[in-house]
């Protein structure tokens, strides 16, 4: 079965450093990856996916992310940080050909804490 | 606005309590999720429902009811067999499976 690792429970960073958010899944199968960002009592909010084409994927807030088939990555990425960008983050996965399953299997989320 | 809207935002019961969270769509989508998000935890998926009248358990479905009468609508009861469910209760929908889901704003469920 799928499963999805984020390597980093806490990130701390200061304003204006760059921040990678390290996900890997289990299974090599053909998937669609999404980051999701989450504010404090809010819920999720779609940050960017990865469907097909182009393993560089661009998002909302200036964030980025990589498809690394052979390793089963998709990392997110961020040049430079800002005190708002201080949520939790959560990778998801889907196998393309789960038709009839769950759809998304989430990691267990990493929060970024940006300080000035 | 198109969207997902979950009330109440906060929710206290007494334990031996049943009760209903609500999850409205405007989206027009067919597939709706009910999750349980917990510190540390992630989300873990309770139910899911692909089409109206049609709804699977997921992965810790025990406690838990749905009913999907209507595309729009996938009320979810934490019955009081549950036996944690104090939590932060999640609903998404998507237009398809597999597809990016969208989250509702969530319930804070407190149980004493």
């Known amino acids: 079965a799928q499963s999805v690792t984020q390597l980093d429970s806490q990130v701390p960073v200061f304003e204006e450093a760059p921040v990678e958010l390290r996900c890997n899944y289990s299974?090599?199968?053909?998937?669609?990856l999404f980051w999701y960002v989450q504010y404090p009592n809010q819920g999720l909010q779609l940050l960017l996916k990865?469907?097909?084409?182009?393993?560089l994927v661009k998002g909302i807030n200036g964030f980025e992310a990589e498809f690394n088939k052979s390793q089963t990555s998709f990392h997110l990425r961020k040049p430079s940080v800002h005190i708002s960008d201080t949520a939790e983050y959560f990778c998801?996965?889907?196998?393309?050909?789960?038709?009839?399953?769950?759809?998304?299997?989430f990691g267990k989320g990493t929060t970024l804490s940006v300080s000035s | 606005d198109g969207g997902i809207t979950q009330s109440p935002k906060y929710l206290f019961r007494k334990e031996g309590q049943n009760v209903t969270l609500s999850c409205e769509q405007n989206l027009n989508h067919d597939a709706m999720y009910w999750y349980r998000q917990d510190p540390g935890q992630g989300l873990r998926l309770i139910y899911y429902?692909?089409?109206?009248?049609?709804?699977q358990k997921g992965d810790i479905a025990e406690g838990y009811s749905v009913s999907r009468e209507k595309k729009e609508s996938f009320p979810l009861t934490v019955t009081s067999a549950q036996k944690n469910p104090t939590a932060f209760y999640l609903c998404a929908s998507s237009i398809a499976v597999p597809s990016e889901q969208y989250f509702g704003p969530g319930t804070r469920l407190t149980v004493t």
């Open positions: 998801a996965v889907s196998d393309v050909a789960n038709q009839a399953g769950t759809a998304l299997i």
């Open positions: 299974s090599s199968v053909s998937v669609y």
């Open positions: 990865y469907l097909s084409g182009s393993t």
């Open positions: 429902s692909q089409i109206v009248n049609d709804f």
